[in-house]
């Protein structure tokens, strides 16, 4: 069954967009009477009927309802630094939507390449995303902030900043995770962070962790850490 993306709908008759009329209607060629599914990126399944298949103002009727109250026990918040090739960094939001993250948040630190994105863009692949994956919660994606923002936010769980310097004090995430906690990952840029960005963070009460043996890509990394951390808590 077909699923399609409606953050706003409110009763038993929705209308899609002019954009997810036309997918339906002239790209997938639906008729009326025929069954879709909708979601609404916050825990709610619709399962309705097509009773109009204008291509433009396409309306569905709700005849169930599914509700899934939270997405898991535990959050997972990534902090990434948007890397130069932007195909790198779509891939990295649709494998962690795929695995279930709760908030992404990009930044900008000191050896950034890339400073500026396209959030409405970047929206559209976390979308395509949750669909692909038939997940019921679409995560956050935040406005680019500074790195200097990111270890200023008040967050309650586990912090870690994942670097490639060497240091006494790192060790694998999987070491100093624990199942059930909530928590934030700084992922650096493909040039890493700077060891004074690292100082500061670990003066914010960040933690050092590595994330595997070998030097990973920035789109990689994030990956990887959101793995981790799901498969831990399996």
Not at 69 to 91: G, L, M, Q, W
Not at 112 to 117: C, D, L, T, W
Not at 185 to 193: H, K, N, R, V
């Amino acid at each position: 069954m077909h699923i399609f993306y409606t953050p706003n709908i409110t009763n038993d008759f929705y209308t899609l967009s002019q954009e997810e009329s036309k997918h339906c209607v002239k790209v997938l060629r639906l008729k009326i009477g025929e069954k879709v599914q909708l979601i609404n990126g916050k825990g709610k399944l619709f399962v309705t009927e097509i009773t109009d298949n204008n291509p433009k103002k396409c309306v569905v009727k709700v005849i169930e309802t599914i509700e899934k109250e939270s997405r898991k026990n535990y959050k997972i918040h990534i902090a990434v630094t948007p890397v130069k090739n932007i195909n790198r960094f779509e891939t990295f939001l649709e494998k962690v939507t795929e695995i279930g993250v709760d908030k992404i948040i990009p930044f900008v630190s000191s050896f950034s390449e890339r400073k500026i994105i396209k959030s409405e863009r970047l929206e559209k692949v976390i979308i395509s995303a949750i669909k692909q994956s038939k997940s019921l919660f679409k995560p956050v994606f935040s406005d680019l902030k500074k790195f200097e923002d990111i270890i200023q936010i008040n967050f309650t769980g586990e912090k870690y900043i994942a670097h490639c310097y060497n240091s006494n004090t790192k060790k694998h995430i999987k070491e100093v995770y624990k199942k059930g906690k909530d928590v934030l990952i700084l992922i650096g840029p493909e040039g890493d962070f700077s060891k004074e960005e690292v100082q500061q963070a670990v003066s914010k009460g960040f933690k050092e962790v590595k994330l595997s043996d070998a030097r990973l890509r920035t789109e990689t990394a994030g990956i990887v850490a959101a793995g981790i951390i799901d498969f831990m808590n399996v």
